[in-house]
């Protein structure tokens, strides 16, 4: 995950020996049990990142593991610790994100020689429950100061005048060091400064120095060689400048190229026409990078912040509103798919960051407006219920203040909202909303409409957590019905209703007629869904619980004993549901006379549930 290495880095030699010197020996450095973490910190533009890149490519034969995470927002932190989870070999999709973090801490606490680089960090708090302990080194980027605690501050300045002259000589033909100098001094020795300049002198050529040594039009700042830059990549290639427009607008993390070529046909021309051409495509890329607006890395397309910032000022508000909706359109035609399925998480983390700088709750268009609504779903699907519901919070009340509380996407942003509230066990709120959705479900869509079935799952869900255990089974029952005579018997909509109606009969003492429900929804969600789906698990642990009060606790036993090593393996250690599992299968130990390996089982089970900070246990759909 670490960006590629910039083949035209130089300078920085005596901070990279003292970076390396001061990880090996632990000088001042903080140390998280032995883990020595150091801060990269200065202002934007100044090199940090490209500093951090540099040393994990010019030691990686150091370490074994080497892992890159964007940390700017700190809750798409735990995805990137999922897929390194997944490369370490000790989680697999869907994981929840804490079973992640300790799986990942776990591993490499039995290692000596890894290296993470958490970059463009915003504060400590953001980061430090994902510190790992152990042996390894850690990296962290950040324009903030303030990282003694639990970091060692490492001051990264301006390039020294000797290595602005240098890159500029090294990147311009026939630059006299007198007028490099005079380059460097003007940018204040800035690297992003510096590279920018060097690539538009670069550019217009030896021809714009005039005898005498000053440019004629010399750029006197970052900003004023950015639009310089911006402007005669406009005059030369008009489509590699749509390109850096639309880039302004995503976040500064890694953009796949191919997004482009999925939404060729949005996109105006020359530009649409050329991403739809491989070749012609490539040269849209290269001339990009050419202006140094842009790298492209692993066929994925990087702008730095400062930049995209001085390209989105330079536009009119039009061109600003127009450039904008054009990165809407690429986001949404790289749609990541269904957010309640974890094959999909990893696509859904990648969108997100770019997603949310667009601010979907402001946008007109209603495809992006439904693909946020989406994420948020994702979010709380993921384990991130605070942050999928402020996310939800701000699209219903955005789309309920433009188009009424009667609208669509208004209600549709609702049900996520009260989906979230129960996650994060505000039962009453969640439960007032989700009645408040039913009711205009029902008056607008019809009783039968699929948003109204969902809608009544969903007041089910919060009457059964509240304890209005017949309450929910009614509705469950009318919505079963109304879901296998409009979807079908095999639907996992249906599914889902039968599975929660079968919950519902065995908490009301109904347990023969709760087994012969839950006995055809575990055959029906194995043959549809697969053995490991976690809808499959939920029914197969409903139906162990049903098989142990009837009386056939060693029946009960064994299917909890095989749903709960796929608990394990599939959703992990920590999941809700995996520990509700290992309480399940603790009394079944308990009813065959296994009395300490239930006290072994209860204590492993109490330990992680308190370690989840008082996350309350729940059964999944």
Same mark, same amino acid.
């Given at each position: 995950? !670490? ?7 130089? $300078? ?39 500093? @951090? ?6 030691? &990686?034969?150091?370490?074994?593991v080497v892992w890159w995470i964007a940390a700017e ?21 869907g994981w929840e994100l804490t079973a992640v973090r300790?799986?990942?801490? *776990? ?6 020689? +890894? ?14 429950? +994902? ?6 080194? !850690?990296?962290?980027?950040?324009? @903030? ?10 001051? !990264? ?12 000589? $090294? ?9 490099? #100098?005079?380059? &460097? ?35 006197h700042s970052l900003a004023a060689v950015t639009r ?26 890694? !953009?796949?190229?191919? +997004? ?11 530009? $649409? ?33 400062? =930049? ?18 054009? *990165? ?19 696509? +859904? ?63 549709? &942003? ?41 809608? &009544? ?20 029952? #009318?919505?079963? /019905? ?28 109904? =347990? ?19 053995? #490991? ?18 009386? #056939? ?27 509700? /599992? ?36 729940? =059964?999944?759909?």
């Amino acid at each position: 995950m !670490v960006p590629a290495r910039n083949p035209a880095f130089s $300078g920085r030699e005596s901070l990279l020996t003292a970076m390396r010197d001061r990880l090996l020996s632990g000088g001042r450095a903080v140390v998280q049990a032995r883990a020595i973490v150091q801060v990269l910190h200065g202002v934007g533009g100044v090199g940090k990142t490209e500093l @951090a890149v540099e040393y994990a490519h010019r030691f &990686a034969s150091h370490y074994d593991v080497v892992w890159w995470i964007a940390a700017e927002r700190a809750a798409l932190i735990g995805e990137q610790f999922a897929a390194l989870a997944r490369a370490l070999g000790c989680a697999e999709p869907g994981w929840e994100l804490t079973a992640v973090r300790q799986a990942v801490h *776990a591993t490499l606490r039995e290692r000596d020689r +890894w290296l993470l680089v958490f970059d463009n960090a915003e504060n400590p708090e953001d980061i430090a429950a +994902w510190l790992p302990r152990g042996h390894g080194h !850690v990296l962290v980027t950040s324009r @903030a100061r303030d990282w003694d605690e639990i970091a060692e501050p490492v001051e !990264v300045d301006v390039l020294a005048r000797a290595e602005s002259v240098a890159i500029l000589q $090294g990147r311009v033909d026939a630059l006299p060091t007198a007028d490099a #100098d005079q380059v &460097a001094r003007a940018m204040g020795d800035l690297p992003l400064a510096i590279v920018q300049a060097a690539a538009y002198l670069a550019d217009t050529g030896a021809a714009e120095i005039p005898a005498g040594g000053r440019p004629s039009s010399y750029p006197h700042s970052l900003a004023a060689v950015t639009r310089l830059a911006f402007e005669r990549l406009r005059g030369e290639d008009p489509a590699a400048a749509d390109l850096a427009g639309i880039c302004a607008f995503f976040a500064p993390e890694p !953009v796949p190229v191919n +997004w482009f070529a999925a939404a060729a046909a949005r996109l105006p021309d020359p530009l $649409g026409k050329r991403a739809a051409d491989p070749v012609a495509w490539r040269r849209v890329l290269a001339r990009l990078e050419r202006s140094a607006l842009a790298r492209v890395d692993h066929n994925q397309l990087r702008m730095h912040r400062l =930049t995209q910032g001085i390209v989105r000022d330079h536009l009119t508000q039009a061109q600003a509103r127009a450039t904008r909706d054009l *990165a809407g359109a690429i986001l949404t035609a790289s749609h990541p798919g269904d957010a309640d399925m974890p094959a999909n998480w990893p696509r +859904w983390a990648h969108m997100l960051p770019h997603l949310l700088l667009l601010d979907p709750p402001a946008a007109a268009s209603t495809d992006l407006w439904e693909m946020a609504n989406d994420a948020a779903r994702y979010l709380v699907t993921r384990g991130d219920a605070r942050t999928g519901h402020e996310m939800a919070l701000r699209l219903r009340d955005r789309r309920r203040d433009q188009a009424g509380p009667d609208d669509r996407y208004t209600r549709r &942003a609702a049900s996520t909202l009260a989906e979230a509230l129960r996650q994060m066990g505000r039962y009453a709120e969640a439960r007032e909303l989700a009645e408040d959705n039913h009711a205009r479900e029902r008056r607008i869509s019809g009783e039968d409409h699929r948003d109204t079935l969902a809608a &009544a799952h969903s007041l089910a869900e919060n009457l059964r957590a509240l304890g209005e255990i017949q309450a929910a089974r009614e509705l469950d029952e #009318d919505t079963l /019905t109304r879901r296998r005579r409009t979807l079908g018997d095999d639907h996992p909509d249906t599914l889902v209703s039968a599975n929660n109606l079968a919950a519902n009969m065995y908490t009301l003492g109904e =347990t023969q007629a709760a087994r012969e429900l839950h006995e055809d929804t575990l055959t029906r969600r194995r043959r549809t869904l697969g053995d #490991d789906h976690p809808g499959t698990l939920s029914a197969a642990n409903n139906l162990a619980n049903d098989l142990r009060v009837l009386g #056939d606790a060693h029946a009960a036993r064994a299917l909890h004993e095989d749903t709960l090593t796929r608990c394990r393996r599939i959703l992990g250690e920590d999941h809700p549901n995996t520990l509700t /599992t290992a309480t399940n299968l603790a009394h079944d130990l308990r009813a065959i006379g296994e009395m300490q390996a239930a006290r072994e089982l209860d204590e492993d089970t109490l330990a992680r549930r308190r370690a989840r900070s008082g996350n309350r246990p729940r =059964t999944g759909p």
